[in-house]
T-cell receptor
């Protein structure tokens, strides 16, 4: 059974810092890994999707990496801003299971 | 081009009442997923449906919960005789028929229905 873990559960940093969010998963047989952002009381916004054959994806100040063999992904946020404050969710799409499996999220606070 | 639409956004029910949550998928999508998010937790898979067919309901509680996706109209998640533990945010996502495209494209979610049981 695929399990996804995100560390840390919460993170608070001053504005301008670069930061890394971690995601680990137990079964490397996946089609892709996705990072989402969730604002309080809102839905999920897709940030980045990394296919199983890829090592990383970039979008603006965000960079996500994937090491499938070790079951790890990181989301790197450069030059953080208060508007980046949100919960970040990692999810994997396991092979043979037509559904995403989510981690519990990292609640990020960027302090002005 | 509207995204995944869920209604109502907020729903308050007393214990013992029924809750009906609706999800209209993106245009052209024939598959719907329902997820539940308890406070301070990630999303937990509940059920995966295509029109007129339940594909995977392994995450659905055995009692009181049911889901359907009729040929016409939205998908419905129905919770009978609600209890306080059912209070959560319920999210819907949709996809086209599962193909290699679906494995390599992000899943799009609605804004959710927040159910409060008093």
């Amino acid at each position: 059974k695929q399990e996804v873990t995100q560390i840390p559960a919460a993170l608070s940093v001053p504005e301008g810092e670069n930061l890394v969010l971690n995601c680990s998963f137990t079964d490397s047989a996946i089609y892709n890994l996705q990072w989402f952002r969730q604002d309080p009381g809102k839905g999920l916004t897709s940030l980045l999707l990394i296919q199983s054959s890829q090592r990383e994806q970039t979008s603006g100040r965000l960079n996500a990496s994937l090491d499938k063999s070790s079951g790890r992904s990181t989301l790197y946020i450069a030059a953080s801003q208060p508007g980046d404050s949100a919960t970040y969710l990692c999810a994997v799409y396991p092979q043979g299971a037509q559904k995403l499996v989510f981690g519990q999220g990292t609640r990020l606070t960027i302090n002005p | 081009n509207a995204g995944v639409m869920q209604n109502p956004r907020h729903l308050v029910r007393r214990r013992g009442q029924e809750a009906r949550l609706r999800c209209s998928p993106m245009k052209g999508h024939s598959h719907v997923y329902w997820y539940r998010q308890l406070p301070e937790e990630g999303l937990k898979f509940m059920v995966y449906l295509q029109k007129e067919n339940i594909i995977d309901e392994s995450g659905m509680p055995k009692e009181r919960f049911s889901a359907e996706f009729p040929k016409e109209g939205p998908s419905i998640l129905r919770i009978q005789q609600v209890v306080r533990g059912d209070s959560a945010a319920y999210f819907c996502a949709s996809s086209p028929q599962v193909t290699s495209w679906a494995y390599n494209s992000p899943l799009h979610f609605g804004n959710g229905t927040r159910l409060t049981v008093t």
